[in-house]
Structure formats: C-alpha cells, structure tokens
C-alpha cells in the first residue's frame, strides 16, 4: 500500500474523530419511510462544547470606577492592575465561563469593564464585583479537627486572624534569591506591620501563617525565622510568571482601591443568536456558491477541492471545542475569512497546474510542479496573514498593541483557521489527487 493511502486513511480517521467532537450535545435524528422508522438523539461524546461569548448568548456588562485618590500617583497603574486581577479572580470563583476584565485610563479616571456571558444571577456577582479586596494574614490553629482534613472550607476556619491586614502591607515585589536565583516574592510593612509581624513570627517560629484575600488563601508561607524588620521573603520555587501573579494579589489587597459600580448593561441572547443565524446563512450560502464555482470551473479537480473544504469546516469546529475557543461574532468572521484563504490555496495550486499541462507535462508530474511551485505563494502569503492574527491576539499583552478581547476573538479563530487551512488545502486535497491518479482517472 503506497503512502498515499495511508494518508488517505489517517485523514478519515481523523476527520472522523473530528465530526464526533463537532457534533452538538444534543442533535435530534428523525425519519420515517415505510417500515422503516428511527427517532433518536445523538451527540458529541465526552464533555466537549463551543463556548459562547456575551454577544452571543447574553449576559452583563459591569462597568466599575476605582478610585484612586488615596493611591500615590506612582503607584496608581499597578493598584489598577491589581483591581483587575482580582476582579476575575471572583468571577473565577463565581463559576462564571469564559469572562473578559478590561481596564481603561483616561485621565484621572481609572475603569475597570468586566463582561460576564450567561450569568443567572446578577445581583449576586455586582455585589462580588462592588466591594474592595480584604487582605488578611491568619495563623493556622495547632488543635486541627478531623472535619478539616475532609473539608476545604473547615480547613480555611482552621486559621485565625493575627490583626495584619493589606494596611499593614505596603506593597509586594518580585524579587531574586541572589544565592539561588530563583523568584521569591518580597513584603514589605509599614511601622505598625513591622512591630506586629516581628511579634507574630517571633512566637509562631515553624508554623503556618496563610495570606488570605477575599476569605481565601493564596498562599500559605511556613514561618522559619523572626522577622523584625518589617522585610520578609516568600518562597517555593515559583516561575517568574507565578511570582508575578502572586504579587499582584497581594498587592490588591496591600493597595486596597474603592471600587464602586457606576453602569451596568444586560445585553440579550435574542440579537446574538440572530446574528448568528445570520452569520452561518450567510457563510453557508457562500461556501456553497464558491463550491459550485470550483466544480464548474476545475471538475473533479474543485469537487475534491470542495471535499477537502468539508474536512476544514468539521476539523476547525473540532479544535474550537477541544482548545476552548470563545466564540464572539468577530470571531465568525474570522472563521468565514479564513474559509476563503482555504479555497485560495487550491485555486493557485490548480492554475499552476494548469501552465504545466500546457508546456505538454504528464498529468503526474503536471500535478506534483503545480503543488510544488504555488508553495512558496501559498507560504508566504498564510506567514503574513498569521502574523497579522499574532498582532492581533497580542499574547504577550505589549500595551502598545491592542487588549480588546473581540478583536483577540477575531484573531485566534483566524490564527486557527488559517493553520488548518494550510493542512487541508496542501496536504487532504494533494492526498485525495494522488488517490485518484493511482486509480487511473484524470482529474
């Protein structure tokens, strides 16, 4: 069996596993003729499903004013951050999927948007949202009941406040062990938070004091030496990123920001879905024009072009559902745009064909040169277009570039599509060619 089966075979495997995974949880199957009758309901196995943005399928948007008039100038930026981390740490622990936090400076005046898809219960996540981080240190009990070795919440009752709180605190840093280099993440006191954490640790040397914020631990550092300086050390072997990101939590509680709600707009499913319905009309009519322009102008050249445009479509749904991909309606325009790139590529391929059956090459070689020279076309312009969808994205959050959310939606599903179009527009319909070839039919 040549190579070219076994592609053929790991393509229908695949798209096959694919088509399972796209299928919707619940999709009704009727029919009836005769005798012969089936009524029953199939769906995608496993707990895969395409998540939805707040344009889509509703929810709320929560627009929140900090107020910083108590924060040092210098200090304003990172006392925002850290609102906003906070900010989706709670929408995190309310259970709410896929929520966009944004911030916004224009001014003096410091915003922090947060979008929240398909919530059920508003008034309970603006009160999560309108109150000011709590920061606290708590020392754990020695006396621990059975309950709180089975559950969490008796675990957390476990510890007790030791009177330090985020006014004690005056910031948090990231800093570098200098005999080990790894991260650590430095606190520094004000003169209250030093006199009483040098009481605390000089007592409690060797046991467990935890740093809750908002009732919950975010770490819990053993206590190993007095500290009297007001300069302590946290370490564990964090990653750079993980001492970022614990910085930031504290600081949110040691830079405590008044947040107050000042707008809050329900959006509706109805105009998203309907958009939707929109939007798919519209890319399915379309797909169809464009495979009825490949097969009257290619033959069966465009129809296996139009088969391996079927296998983008199941396999490009498939990777929305297993990476998670919130799906906004910017993002749909960046699947239908990508669908367009997925045509192109064969359209350049066949026409490279074509000037090779022209200087009278055997239809096999016409084919290999064709797929070979419209590469480097096909490469350049995918490279281009997938670093715009980068740019887009902005995955390492540069602030000169963009941070909205929708428009990061538009260029991961372009990023994707593009990615797979490449698979599908070289390799299935390459695959599906030569399969043809070996069978003896000119295509």
Same mark, same amino acid.
């Given at each position: 069996m040549s190579t070219s089966y076994y592609r053929l075979f790991f393509i229908?495997? /695949?798209?096959?596993? +694919?088509?399972?995974?796209?299928?919707?949880?619940?999709?009704?199957?009727?029919?009836?003729? #005769?005798?012969?009758? $089936?009524?029953?309901?199939?769906?995608?196995?496993?707990?895969?499903?395409?998540?939805?943005?707040? %344009?889509?399928?509703?929810?709320?948007?929560?627009?929140?004013?900090? %107020?910083?008039?108590? $924060?040092?100038?210098?200090?304003?930026?990172?006392?925002?951050?850290?609102?906003?981390?906070?900010?989706?740490?709670?929408?995190?622990?309310?259970?709410?999927?896929?929520?966009?936090?944004?911030?916004?400076?224009?001014? %003096?005046?410091?915003? $922090?948007?947060?979008?929240?898809?398909?919530?059920? %219960?508003?008034?309970?996540?603006?009160?999560?949202?309108?109150?000011? +981080?709590?920061?606290?240190?708590?020392?754990q009990s020695q006396e621990t009941s059975p309950e709180a070795t089975e559950s969490a919440m008796a675990f957390f009752n476990s510890f007790q406040e030791v009177g330090i709180g985020g006014d004690q605190l005056r910031r948090a840093t990231v800093q570098f062990d200098p005999q080990t280099g790894e991260p650590v993440i430095g606190l520094e006191f004000n003169e209250e938070g030093t006199e009483k954490f040098a009481q605390v640790t000089t007592d409690h040397t060797g046991e467990t004091l935890a740093i809750f914020l908002d009732d919950f631990p975010v770490t819990m550092p053993v206590i190993q030496t007095p500290i009297l300086n007001g300069q302590a050390q946290i370490s564990g072997g964090f990653t750079v990123e993980q001492a970022q990101q614990l910085a930031i939590q504290l600081n949110a509680g040691a830079l405590p920001v008044p947040i107050e709600v000042i707008e809050q707009r329900t959006i509706g499913a109805s105009l998203g879905q309907e958009s939707v319905r929109d939007s798919l009309r519209a890319g399915v009519i379309g797909i169809g024009l464009v495979m009825t322009f490949m097969i009257a102008y290619y033959g069966l050249k465009g129809f296996?072009?139009?088969?391996?445009?079927?296998?983008?479509?199941?396999?490009?749904?498939?990777?929305?559902?297993?990476?998670?991909?919130?799906?906004?309606?910017?993002?749909?325009?960046?699947?239908?745009?990508?669908?367009?790139? +997925?045509?192109?590529?064969?359209?350049?391929?066949?026409?490279?064909?074509?000037?090779?059956?022209?200087?009278?090459?055997?239809?096999? #070689?016409?084919?290999?040169?064709?797929?070979?020279?419209?590469?480097?076309?096909?490469?350049?312009?995918?490279?281009?277009?997938?670093?715009?969808?980068?740019? /887009?994205?902005?995955?390492?959050?540069?602030?000169?570039?963009?941070?909205?959310?929708?428009? #990061?939606?538009?260029?991961?599903?372009?990023?994707?599509?593009?990615?797979i179009s490449l698979f599908t527009g070289v390799v299935v319909t390459r695959t599906f060619m030569r399969i043809f070839l070996a069978s003896g039919k000119k295509v």
């Open positions: 229908v495997l /695949l798209t096959a596993v +694919a088509a399972a995974i796209a299928l919707p949880k619940e999709l009704p199957i009727k029919f009836e003729w #005769r005798q012969f009758k $089936i009524d029953r309901v199939i769906g995608s196995p496993g707990n895969f499903e395409l998540k939805q943005g707040l %344009d889509i399928q509703g929810g709320m948007q929560v627009v929140l004013a900090a %107020d910083m008039s108590e $924060i040092p100038v210098e200090d304003r930026e990172r006392a925002l951050e850290s609102a906003r981390e906070i900010m989706l740490r709670r929408v995190d622990l309310f259970g709410i999927s896929e929520p966009v936090v944004q911030t916004s400076q224009q001014g %003096d005046q410091h915003r $922090i948007i947060v979008e929240l898809p398909g919530i059920d %219960d508003p008034a309970q996540a603006l009160q999560l949202l309108g109150t000011t +981080a709590q920061l606290s240190f708590r020392l296996l072009a139009s088969l391996a445009l079927v296998v983008y479509a199941v396999l490009t749904v498939a990777t929305y559902k297993i990476l998670g991909v919130t799906l906004t309606l910017p993002g749909l325009a960046g699947l239908l745009l990508s669908i367009g790139m +997925a045509v192109d590529a064969n359209i350049l391929i066949f026409e490279r064909m074509k000037e090779e059956l022209l200087l009278d090459k055997p239809f096999e #070689r016409a084919m290999e040169l064709g797929f070979g020279r419209a590469w480097d076309s096909i490469k350049d312009a995918n490279i281009a277009t997938i670093m715009t969808a980068l740019v /887009l994205i902005n995955p390492l959050d540069f602030s000169f570039l963009n941070t909205s959310g929708l428009v #990061r939606g538009f260029g991961v599903t372009l990023l994707i599509g593009v990615l």
